[in-house]
């Protein structure tokens, strides 16, 4: 069964730099999205990415934060300067179309930032 | 403001029963909503899907209700397993845009042997 892989599973990191999380999508996927989880907290949207370009995003995808489709399969999301608080588990995601259908998950990179 | 609500943050239940899980939303008109299953440091997996007009909806073992009036959906699992522990996740889309979820904080299920 087709899924979405994310890399790397760890990551740790200094404060003020910058890291580049990947993510593959489910192949004939349109959509595709990042989250994040802050330990113990819910799941929380950050942006979503549809036609090589964003469609949404949250507050708390500001101006450090970039996402990039460099190729037909990867999917990244950046992160310019890193911050203590940046530190969660960072969930991509993709959906087959526009319609209000399942997202699948990867399993997660989980960035620890010192 | 929109809010979703898993009214318990852990439930503990014997082997072979039934877990009920709830999930209560306010200032949503969702079409649809979603349950997913989270184990410890993974991503969440999907369960099920319920539209509006669907009251009910069975997976196996898993059933969930969708209540618009009571802005409530239950879900539950029978003849539950120590492999059910897990935290299950309830989640809402915005209504537009790109359709992203919402989601609870969820609710972590211990089935005891």
């Known amino acids: 069964e087709p899924e979405v892989t994310q890399t790397p599973s760890h990551q740790v990191t200094q404060m003020g730099q910058e890291v580049i999380l990947r993510c593959v999508p489910i192949s004939n996927h349109l959509y595709f999205y990042w989250y994040r989880q802050i330990l113990g907290q819910k799941v929380e949207f950050l942006v979503s990415f549809y036609n090589n370009e964003i469609s949404e995003k949250s507050e708390i995808f500001d101006d450090q934060f970039s996402v990039e489709r460099p190729d037909g399969s990867n999917f990244t999301l950046k992160i310019r300067s890193t911050k203590l608080e940046d530190s969660a588990m960072y969930f991509c995601a993709s959906k087959l179309g526009r319609a209000r259908e399942t997202q699948y998950f990867g399993p997660g990179t989980r960035l620890l930032v010192l | 403001s929109q809010k979703i609500e898993q009214n318990s943050e852990a439930l503990n239940i014997q082997e072979g029963k039934t877990a009920t899980l709830t999930c209560n939303y306010t200032?949503?008109?969702?079409?649809?909503l979603q349950w997913y299953r989270q184990d410890p440091g993974r991503g969440p997996v999907f369960l099920l899907l319920?539209?509006?007009?669907?009251k009910e909806k069975r997976k196996e073992r898993l059933k969930v209700t969708f209540d618009t009036t009571l802005k409530q959906s239950l879900f539950h699992i029978t003849a539950s397993q120590p492999a059910d522990s897990a935290t299950y996740l309830c989640?809402?889309?915005?209504?537009?845009?790109?359709?992203?979820?919402?989601f609870g904080k969820g609710t972590k299920l211990s089935v005891i042997p």
């Open positions: 989640a809402l889309d915005d209504g537009a845009g790109s359709y992203q979820l919402t």
């Open positions: 319920i539209r509006e007009n669907e």
């Open positions: 200032n949503y008109s969702p079409a649809y």
